[in-house]
Nanobody, 120 residues
């Protein structure tokens, strides 16, 4: 059973930065793609960023130019660098992994989530 463990969330002031990490229990080479999703208070879960096995990326419109997703195969870890954070970025952030082609939109595995709060 694949496990995804997120870390790096916390409280940050508007304009600040955070880096989220997601460590997989096994090799991430087996995944078609990995991504980050978020769910804010009273909102539906939405895609933040996604990266494919070949390195292709796509981002949610609200984070383009501010967030960057990357993968470290040696560490079986995917990262989300978040810059210029805004209060509306406040949400629980979930790591996701797609094992099968055609899963997206959606994911086969989910992490437990990490809270990000942007507030002064």
């Amino acid at each position: 059973q694949v496990q995804l463990v997120e870390s790096g969330g916390g409280l940050v002031q508007p304009g600040g930065s955070l880096r989220l990490s997601c460590a997989a229990s096994g090799s991430i080479f087996s995944f078609v793609a990995m991504g980050w999703y978020r769910q804010g208070p009273g909102k539906q879960r939405e895609l933040v960023a996604r990266i494919t096995k070949r390195g292709g990326t796509n981002y949610g419109d609200s984070v383009k130019g501010r967030f960057t997703i990357s993968m470290d195969y040696a560490k079986n870890t995917v990262y989300l660098q978040m810059n210029s954070l805004k209060p509306e970025d406040t949400a629980v952030y979930y790591c996701a992994a797609e094992e099968y082609i055609g899963t997206y939109p959606g994911s086969d595995y989910w992490g437990q989530g990490t809270q990000v709060t942007v507030s002064s």
